[in-house]
């Protein structure tokens, strides 16, 4: 097997590929899921640290820009709005 992972030893890499064939699919989507979860939370907080005083708000908007596109966070902005008066 070719090595991949640069950073790990040889051995413990054929060991986590192991375990990753035998996971059940439940298991995989789980991972997947945290990982996903982790990534966005770690984007989020990127996006404050590098906008000093951003509101939660105005964040979430520039989140959705960055990985969304400009199109859906208009949208998201105009419904937000709209919604703060109700």
Do not use: C, P, W
């Not at 035998?22 to 404050?48: D, E």
């Amino acid at each position: 097997m070719k090595h991949q992972l640069s950073d790990t030893d040889t051995e413990i890499e054929k060991v986590l590929i192991d375990l990753f064939r035998k996971a059940t699919a439940a298991q995989k989507f789980s991972l997947v899921r945290s990982l996903s979860q982790t990534v966005m939370q770690l984007s989020h907080r990127g996006i404050v640290r590098a906008n000093k005083g951003i509101s939660d708000k105005d964040a979430g908007i520039l989140f959705v820009k960055l990985h969304y596109g400009s199109d859906l966070a208009s949208k998201l902005s105009e419904y937000l709005d709209s919604h703060e008066a109700i």
